[in-house]
């Protein structure tokens, strides 16, 4: 539906041109300066589950690479599944159903923080919710083409992130719901087999690829609650009406338009995925509210199935008389999501603040733009994480020379560049009269201790023969300048 994309566009506009990108939009940025072989080469050892959004990227940030057009696909993407939400809930129930839900959609912060980060999870709510409304429209039509259609959709979002395949636990749940034919599940199940076995590559790759998620712990409750908060909304007002509306709406009959209800397809996406990555998660960490974002469409589908609920309590709203009072709750009910969004708005302004991410890369690399001269030397401390500036922004170091640059990013096939033992770095420094260097901001806080011998032995250089003689800070760290200590 028109309105609510235009209002999740509208929103996801806003200061969509606010400096600099933080760590995993770093890796995204940097990903427009490498060619497609690069990229395969980088998959082939790490961030496969990120391959195919990194080469979709690759051509989007071709003309120029930066943060306004590094972030306009997850606008796209946001406002295209709150249109989506909107349909679904239009041929599910009725017009104002799908009105509210797509605009309590566009309005939840969640969404908005993800229409607004350059990554891959806005695309993929997106091709979920695509793939549900042409699973309604197989079920209802039966025809080849449409079946066809869902698994290129599914199997298409499956290869943009591969936890999104869930999602068929979903649909399946939706046909039992629905208490679907033979011959509907017979083409399901055929569906969901292909796609499965579509995507077993990038599973099998992504599996030798586990290190990367090592850091994820066991989700508990802390971790449902924030799921549930971020799906009904982080103010605890909206949030209990939300939740209120949903129960409602779990529990209503609404008059169907089709083989399936609304309930049939939202409560199971909404509850289905989300259980069963948690569940998973107890014996392998996986989970993060991220990878979720796609499960949220179901909130705002059942809320607005519940308010429909309160709403047909109201004299004359369902008679063929009602025409203005059905227009007037449809625009009360409007009412009632802006207020929602007003009562959220702190959140939404501090989601396009500076302080929103943990750091911005760009502002380390406005000092280094700045700073560094033609042949200076620069030291990055320690490594990878001082290096992800230079890695989202390499113009703004390219005449710094790398003193402890042993083979690129992108020769190796890594995210960052790669270092010289520290025998190697220590030769190099000793001809060099002054040194800049990056220090990432987990390196200034208290009690930190350098984690290699490359890093310890750039701590002891600096100490013994090097003194510092300016600082520039930012909020990813700072830039210092090092000078060799005169003889004595």
Not at 76 to 102: H, M, Y
Not at 124 to 151: D, K
Not at 462 to 474: A, D, G, I, K, N
Request: charged share 20%; aromatic share 6%; hydrophobic share 50%.
């Amino acid at each position: 539906m028109a309105v609510p994309s235009a209002v999740m566009t509208a929103l996801g506009a806003w200061r969509l041109d606010r400096d600099g990108v933080w760590g995993d939009e770093g890796v995204t940025l940097q990903m427009a300066h490498r060619t497609l072989p690069e990229i395969a080469h980088l998959v082939a050892h790490i961030d496969a589950v990120h391959g195919v959004y990194y080469a979709l990227m690759h051509f989007v940030l071709a003309p120029h690479p930066g943060e306004v057009l590094l972030r306009l696909p997850s606008v796209f993407g946001a406002a295209l599944s709150a249109g989506l939400v909107g349909l679904l809930g239009a041929r599910l129930a009725r017009p104002r159903v799908g009105l509210w839900a797509g605009l309590l959609y566009a309005v939840t912060p969640f969404v908005g923080r993800y229409a607004q980060e350059g990554r891959s999870y806005a695309l993929v709510a997106a091709g979920v919710l695509a793939a549900t409304a042409v699973l309604l429209s197989a079920v209802r039509a039966g025809t080849r083409q449409r079946w066809l259609l869902y698994a290129l959709l599914v199997s298409a979002t499956a290869w943009l992130h591969e936890l999104s395949v869930l999602v068929l636990a979903a649909h399946a749940c939706t046909l039992l719901c629905a208490r679907a034919s033979w011959g509907v599940w017979r083409a399901w199940l055929a569906v969901a087999g292909c796609v499965v076995l579509a995507l077993l590559p990038l599973v099998q790759l992504s599996r030798g690829q586990s290190a990367q998620v090592a850091w994820l712990g066991e989700p508990g409750p802390d971790q449902v609650r924030g799921l549930v908060h971020s799906f009904a909304g982080p103010a605890d007002g909206v949030c209990a009406v939300v939740l209120t509306l949903v129960a409602v709406g779990a529990c209503t009959r609404l008059p169907r338009r089709g083989p399936v209800s609304l309930r049939a397809v939202a409560l199971p996406l909404a509850v289905v995925p989300p259980t069963v990555l948690l569940g998973v998660s107890q014996f392998q960490p996986l989970y993060y509210d991220r990878y979720l974002l796609y499960c949220l469409a179901g909130v705002p589908l059942l809320a607005a199935a519940g308010a429909e609920r309160v709403v047909r309590l109201v004299p004359g709203a369902r008679g063929p008389r009602g025409a203005a009072a059905r227009v007037l709750l449809g625009a009360g009910g409007a009412a009632l999501v802006a207020v929602a969004f007003a009562a959220q708005l702190p959140e939404h302004r501090h989601e396009r603040g500076p302080r929103a991410r943990p750091d911005d890369l760009r502002g380390i690399a406005v000092l280094a733009a700045r700073e560094l001269r033609p042949g200076d030397t620069v030291l990055f401390l320690p490594s990878p994480g001082a290096r992800r500036a230079a890695a989202a922004y390499p113009a703004d170091f390219a005449r710094a020379d790398d003193v402890a640059l042993a083979r690129s990013g992108r020769e190796a096939g890594e995210l960052y560049d790669a270092e010289t033992p520290p025998a190697t770095l220590t030769h190099r420094l000793r001809t060099v009269r002054r040194v800049w260097v990056v220090v990432d901001s987990r390196a200034l806080r208290p009690g930190w201790t350098p984690a290699g011998r490359t890093e310890r032995a750039k701590l002891e250089v600096l100490r013994r023969h090097f003194v510092p003689r300016e600082e520039h800070t930012s909020r990813s760290g700072v830039l210092r300048l090092y000078e060799r200590r005169p003889a004595r």
